[in-house]
């Protein structure tokens, strides 16, 4: 079974400063993986998405992640943070061959990240 | 992108009544989700609907308490049966968009009371 780690349950940024949220994950094969986010009272919004090709993917507002096979890791990057960021940000993972339950996504528990202006 | 309507959007109800959450879909898809969200938690998903068949549930989640329809390839019901104030949550039903990633409803505040 598929699974996904936030390491971080709150990331604290300065405005301007980089920032980075964490995401790990576990699954049979080569994955999909995806971020979301969410702002308060509000739906779920695709960031960006792995494939496959250019580890280094790059999705709305200037977000980008990295996939890491050999640490099987995705972390979200922002060169240089917005109060504007401040929202719940979901990694997400779902294996890339097709079998039983591998249409489905598998979310990480969150991480709030907070941008201090 | 598909675009999802999902309502209601929020309902405050009562202990032992049902509520049946909507999703619309502007466009043809094969498979619909729904997820529950439990208040500070993540994304849980309950069953996977196709047009067709029976949902598929997951583990810990049962067709008598979260009936869902899926009548035409752009609609799709679920209904939280029974209620207790355990199921207050955030309802929300995704399609399957490979090329632009999951898209997913607003999302249905549900608080039983």
């Known amino acids: 079974a598929q699974s996904v780690a936030q390491p971080e349950d709150q990331v604290n940024v300065a405005e301007g400063n980089p920032l980075t949220v964490k995401c790990t994950y576990s699954?049979?094969?080569?994955?999909?993986l995806f971020w979301y986010v969410q702002y308060p009272n509000r739906g779920l919004q695709f960031l960006l998405k792995y494939i496959t090709g250019d580890n280094l993917v790059k999705g709305s507002y200037g977000f980008e992640a990295e996939f890491n096979k050999s640490q099987t890791s995705f972390h979200l990057k922002k060169p240089s943070a917005l109060v504007s960021d401040s929202a719940l940000y979901f990694c997400a993972v779902r294996p890339k061959d097709s079998g039983a339950g591998s249409y489905q996504l598998t979310f990480g528990k969150g991480t709030k990240l907070s941008v201090i202006p | 992108s598909a675009v999802i309507s999902q309502k209601p959007s929020r309902d405050i109800c009562q202990r032992g009544t049902s509520l049946t959450i909507q999703c619309q879909v502007d466009s043809q898809v094969t498979m619909m989700f729904w997820y529950r969200q439990q208040p500070g938690q993540s994304l849980t998903l309950i069953a996977t609907?196709?047009?067709?068949?029976?949902?598929?549930?997951e583990s810990g989640f049962v067709i008598d308490k979260f009936p869902i329809s899926r009548p035409n390839l752009t609609f799709s019901t679920l209904t939280v049966s029974n209620m207790s104030p355990e199921d207050s949550s955030i309802y929300l039903c995704s399609v399957e968009e490979f090329r632009d990633g999951y898209t997913f409803g607003s999302g249905t505040r549900l608080t039983v009371v």
């Open positions: 699954v049979s094969g080569n994955p999909y």
């Open positions: 609907a196709n047009q067709g068949s029976e949902a598929t549930y």
